[in-house]
């Protein structure tokens, strides 16, 4: 007695059902991917090739009623812009912030600028410079 061969013929019904989900997620993989990619190169773009001007804190000095902060801006030739330099106290409290402007035809500048406080702070911390 010979049995018979449950499986059907190979090849001839076309791709299981798994191979073509298969294909369809590594088709939507590429596409997500690609789109991931764009939209990190946009970011990246607009954060440093539209940045026409940035700094750092490089250091500060504390007083009782104000706080010294040496910045160093860099920016395009001719920009106007401003800085923003806040302070705060042991607790966390606000007690200082101000926006310093910059401009002129230099493009990299390194200033020491006093930011008034209405209490002792502890720190001092640049949240971020912006063009005018």
């Known amino acids: 007695?010979?049995?018979a061969s449950t499986r059907t013929p190979q090849g001839r019904y076309?791709?299981?059902?798994?191979?073509?989900?298969d294909r369809t997620l590594k088709t939507v993989g590429a596409v997500l991917g690609a789109l991931l990619l764009?939209?990190?190169?946009?970011f990246g773009y607009h954060y440093v090739g539209q940045n026409k001007i940035s700094g750092?804190?490089?250091?500060?000095?504390l007083a009782d009623?104000?706080?010294?902060?040496?910045?160093?801006?860099?920016?395009?030739?001719g920009v106007t812009g401003y800085c923003t330099v806040r302070?705060?106290?042991?607790?966390?409290d606000e007690v200082g912030r101000?926006?310093?402007?910059?401009?002129?035809?230099?493009?990299r500048i390194d200033k020491v600028v006093t930011?008034?406080?209405?209490a002792a702070g502890t720190s001092a911390e640049l949240l971020g410079c912006h063009p005018e």
């Open 1 to 3: 007695m010979s049995t």
């Open 14 to 21: 076309g791709r299981s059902s798994d191979e073509r989900a």
């Open 38 to 42: 764009a939209l990190i190169g946009w």
């Open 56 to 61: 750092e804190l490089i250091g500060f000095e």
């Open 65 to 77: 009623d104000s706080v010294q902060v040496h910045l160093e801006v860099r920016k395009d030739e």
């Open 87 to 92: 302070s705060q106290a042991e607790d966390g």
């Open 98 to 107: 101000a926006d310093f402007r910059f401009d002129g035809d230099e493009t």
């Open 115 to 118: 930011l008034r406080t209405k």
